[in-house]
């Protein structure tokens, strides 16, 4: 056994003991747990890359391309989180070491889901992902929403763990097995036998794209997405946008890509319906907000949809399109939230209204946020437009035109509210009371910069993470 | 001819942008003569291409090539033949001027402006010298964010309203692009997005699909050029967009489409050419009548002269649809022509704009009493707008009508009546604003200064020298048209 395999997610998890532990016995100075915490990320990030790659516990755990990708994005993620959280922690009267705890725990739980290859492993582990961020959501104990956004996550979470285990429990009554390479070759043989796949099997699939849906804010599954990003301390919104999808996401390929590919003709179809819904009604939602962490809300409910465009190529290309993408996102996503706490750490707004002549207040936050904006439109040379050509190419080598029709209709869509923030900071003059300029702290201004460096370079230099991604779809070839 | 003269030409801008970035705020002269600058070495590298250039061959000269994302099927491919030369040449020249004429213009923001201004340059250059599917593609839109920032900062009217139409409607046109880039990028084995390999392996294509794709790529370019009825975000941008972004707008961008016929359209999918010949040569009928009937109606000069540009590329669209070489000769030339003579137009409205702040037509009068030069540059332009013998304007429209005439029996005699109406407006207006009695209004106004005299004056030539000695560029152009002409019709 070697358990050498492990030892990223042991070292998070004990590093994030080791946070409470600390923050348990100091009585002053609690800031500087936030570098504490980045520096665990840190020496996580090194222990995945040099990690070996292999399998564990007889093929419940793989430590493989796929994992490592997925990984870097969590950890990623994580890093940018909390470094946009460094204010947000000062200003809390207490459990501080607890919300760094907390996260960290968390990416433990994701990067044992990435890692996963067995179903009830991939339960527990996306209990474990999903369990702390109920807790960060509520954060804000004086703030009514926050405690509202924690009990609607919690119930409408735990709602959706019993249909996911639901869904398990009736595949391993049909296959007597809840390993997924297992899973694969007895579906092969019951499919082959059989010609087609019986109500049993449809109704655990549908139950499993259901559980797994809500954690993907899929539409028909996404109506606490809106309320939770509002009323969640924005840190946690911006973590919950892109590393519990991306969680949420390696899950899916795991399962779909690995156990299902061979009744894709049934799944793909319905993954198809659901994108086309999620590109429609998150981009036409969006376009009636006026708070921009509903409005972000909104948008990666639509970006979902692009991103599962890609599942419907049920190949490598379409997995790594799907990879790539996610990776993509994590910048321009991150780098829009982070934007906004640092806006609203200075004016207290989450308005859009209230961006009005940022550009020159803060002409540097304001060009910032342009780009962010208009990355997960897709315009070239951002990295969202070489992630979505990527995405729709995959598309079209399996002849579905009209599905990247809906996505561009939908993208054009959306660039009428992305482009509303640019307006509001560049076309409107600010009031004249207001117009100080926005206090970036440095380790906002870090958070910023490398957000923006990514959204700036992997749209013309993407051969790193594409291969990076390639390599990770290259997975499921076997 | 060993330096990537192309990429210089495209990226110089670039570099332009970033240093004015890197400037302070209140070094405004510095920000100019920088943008100034950094605009001049690409019009100085594009005499040294017309002057490389050999027109006696079709096949693409000044190429760069090399692998950019392999996996993808991307290179990097620039190159530039008959058809990309004059256009360069072009976007060095406005680029050039519209910073020139912007020192006066433009009094806030400058950087910014600038900057944009720089952009914008890049992303036309681009366009133009891409052999790439991908590399277009990018190019084309990068046009799109620095022209929305530049109409809805420091435009006029509805300034927002016209920037954010811009965008959405040339965004929702290049979408469909992209598809059809892709379409084609997985039906041709192997898979390829080189321009150059695709026009040849065209045969391979069935029918259906030619016919298809080229309805996907017609949708990008006809809200481009504009064909109506896909033209209603040119008059709102054009008007409301700063004076220097008009000229760019009419003189470039427009042809961005009409280039995007030539290169790609017509030569990838003949099939689709030649099956939609004739709704393609009805709407530019539509063009160029309805066009000239709006400008009549028109009461803001800027707005006419904006419709005007609507009437004119439809004599560009005329000569493409007819599918001969002197049609498509006629349609370059007025690509040329077109961008030379409205470019100085929105030039020398905006100088009136910017003394009387107005545009009406009405509200003039008698204008050559006060400021004679203004008043003869203005009336030379509209003269060589309406296609008087001499100027550039004459041999483009006598081109396209001489080589559609063979296909398009009906719809030339019935287009000419567009040269009438438009003889008509511009005569009109040129009599309502600068002839008869002065309007003691404008006893202030301040004639035409030497720096604006500057912006106008090599396109003056151009349009003159063209108009008189129109070998020169009809034997640049010739083997690559009658090449896409052969390609067409096999």
Redesign the interface.
């Known amino acids: 056994m070697n358990y050498q395999l492990l030892l990223p997610e042991i070292f998070l998890f004990l590093w994030a003991i080791f946070i409470f532990i600390v923050d348990f016995f100091r009585k002053e100075k609690k800031q500087n747990l936030a570098y504490l915490a980045l520096l665990g990320i840190i020496i996580t990030i090194v222990l995945v890359m040099t990690s070996q790659k292999g399998d564990l516990f007889g093929g419940m755990f793989h430590a493989d391309s796929f994992s490592t990708f997925f990984n870097l994005i969590f950890l990623a993620t994580g890093f940018l989180t909390i470094l946009s959280s460094v204010e947000f922690t000062k200003k809390l009267p207490s459990y501080q070491g607890e919300y760094f705890g907390l996260i960290l725990f968390s990416m433990v739980g994701m990067m044992f889901l990435a890692s996963a290859g067995e179903l009830l492993t991939l339960y527990v582990s996306l209990e474990l992902t999903t369990i702390p961020l109920f807790v960060l959501a509520a954060y804000r104990k004086d703030e009514q929403k926050s405690s509202e956004a924690g009990l609607k996550y919690l119930i409408l979470g735990g709602m959706s763990s019993a249909l996911l285990l639901f869904g398990i429990s009736l595949l391993f009554g049909l296959t007597g097995t809840t390993f997924l390479k297992e899973l694969k070759t007895t579906l092969i043989v019951k499919f082959i036998s059989t010609g087609e796949i019986g109500p049993a099997l449809a109704l655990s699939l549908i139950f499993i794209i259901a559980g797994l849906g809500f954690k993907l804010a899929l539409v028909p599954f996404h109506m606490w997405v809106p309320d939770v990003y509002e009323g969640a301390p924005t840190p946690i919104t911006a973590f919950l946008s892109v590393a519990s999808k991306a969680a949420g996401i390696a899950a899916f390929l795991r399962i779909f890509f690995r156990a299902f590919l061979i009744v894709q003709v049934d799944w793909v179809l319905l993954l198809a319906v659901l994108a086309s819904l999620a590109m429609i009604i998150g981009n036409v939602i969006a376009l009636l907000q006026t708070n921009i962490k509903r409005m972000l809300a909104y948008s990666s409910i639509a970006q979902i949809g692009y991103i599962l465009i890609g599942a419907v190529s049920a190949s490598s290309t379409g997995a790594s399109s799907i990879a790539f993408y996610t990776f993509v996102y994590m910048f321009a996503n991150m780098g829009a939230f982070i934007t906004a706490i640092t806006f609203s750490n200075s004016t207290g707004s989450d308005e859009i209204k209230d961006y009005a002549g940022l550009s020159r207040r803060s002409p540097a936050l304001a060009a910032m946020m342009a780009v962010f904006m208009l990355s997960l439109v897709g315009i070239p040379p951002l990295a969202g437009f070489m992630g979505k050509y990527y995405l729709f190419s995959s598309a079209i080598e399996q002849d579905y035109i009209w599905l990247v029709v809906v996505a561009i209709l939908t993208s054009v869509i959306s660039l009428y509210y992305y482009l509303g923030v640019v307006r509001q900071m560049y076309f409107q003059a600010s009031p004249d009371e207001k117009a100080v300029s926005i206090a970036i702290t440095p380790a906002f201004k870090t958070a910023l910069i490398i957000s923006v460096i990514g959204v700036l370079i992997f749209g013309i230099l993407p051969h790193i993470f594409l291969n990076l991604a390639n390599q990770a779809a290259a997975v499921f070839l076997y | 001819m060993n330096f990537p003269i192309l990429s210089l030409m495209t990226f110089i801008p670039l570099l332009g942008m970033v240093v004015i970035l890197l400037t302070k705020k209140e070094q405004e002269n510095l920000v100019r003569y920088l943008a100034a600058l950094f605009s001049f070495i690409p019009l100085v590298l594009s005499f040294i291409l017309l002057s490389q250039y050999r027109g006696s061959t079709s096949q693409i000269q000044f190429v760069e090539k090399f692998d950019w ?1 392999p ?2 099927g991307i290179t990097y491919y620039m190159g530039a033949d008959g058809l990309s030369v004059p256009m360069l040449f072009l976007t060095a020249l406005l680029g050039f001027l519209s910073v020139i004429y912007s020192f006066g213009d433009i009094k806030e ?1 400058i950087k ?1 402006y600038f900057a944009f201004l720089l952009l914008l340059e890049v992303g036309m250059m681009g366009v133009f010298a891409a052999l790439d599917f ?1 590399l277009f ?2 190019f084309w ?2 046009v ?2 620095p022209m ?2 530049l109409i ?2 420091w435009g006029h009217g509805r ?2 309203y016209s920037a ?1 139409k811009f ?2 409607y040339t ?2 046109g290049s ?2 692009m ?2 059809g880039i ?2 084609l ?2 039906n041709v084995e192997p898979h390829t997005l080189n321009m150059m390999v695709l026009i040849e392996k065209a045969p391979m294509l069935t029918r259906g699909f030619q016919l298809l794709v080229f309805s996907a790529f017609y949708i990008a370019f006809a809200v481009k050029v504009p064909v109506f009825p896909f033209h209603t975000w040119l008059p709102d941008a054009h008007v409301d967009a700063p004076t220097a972004v008009s000229v760019i707008l009419a003189g470039i961008l427009l042809k961005m489409g009409t280039y995007g016929f030539l290169r790609i359209s017509y030569p990838m999918f003949p099939q689709g050419a030649i099956y939609f010949a004739l709704p393609i040569g009805i709407l530019a009928l539509i063009n160029i009548v309805y066009g000239a009937l709006v400008c009549m109606a028109q009461k803001d000069l800027k707005k006419m002269i904006a419709y005007s540009s609507v009437s004119h590329m439809g004599y560009c669209m005329l000569g493409i649809a007819a599918i001969t070489v002197t049609g498509i000769s006629g349609c370059v030339f007025q690509m040329v022509s077109h961008g030379l003579i409205t470019g100085a137009l929105f030039l020398l409205v905006g100088m009136l704009y910017e003394r009387a702040h107005t545009r009406e037509i009405q509200a003039f009068g008698g204008l050559w009493i006060k400021i004679p030069v203004y008043s003869g540059l203005m009336l030379l332009f509209c003269l060589g707008s309406l296609g008087l013998p001499g100027m550039s304007g004459f041999i483009s429209e006598f081109m396209v009508f001489i080589g559609s005439f063979p296909s398009f029996k009906i719809i030339v005699p019935l287009a000419v009546i567009g040269v009438v109406i438009t003889a008509a407006y511009f005569l009109r207006t040129i009599q309502a604003m600068f002839l008869g009695t002065f309007n003691t209004k404008w006893e202030g106004l301040t004639e035409i200064s030497a720096r604006e005299i500057f912006t106008v004056v090599p396109l003056a030539i151009l349009m003159i020298g063209i108009g008189i000695f129109p070998s020169p560029l009809a034997n640049m152009i010739k083997a690559t048209i009658e090449n896409i002409v052969h390609l067409v019709t096999g």
């Open positions: 994302i996996s993808l923001r910014q991908f593609y990018i839109e990068i799109l964010v929305y920032f809805g900062v300034k927002e954010i965008f959405l965004l929702f979408l469909f992209l598809v892709l379409a990028y997985f």
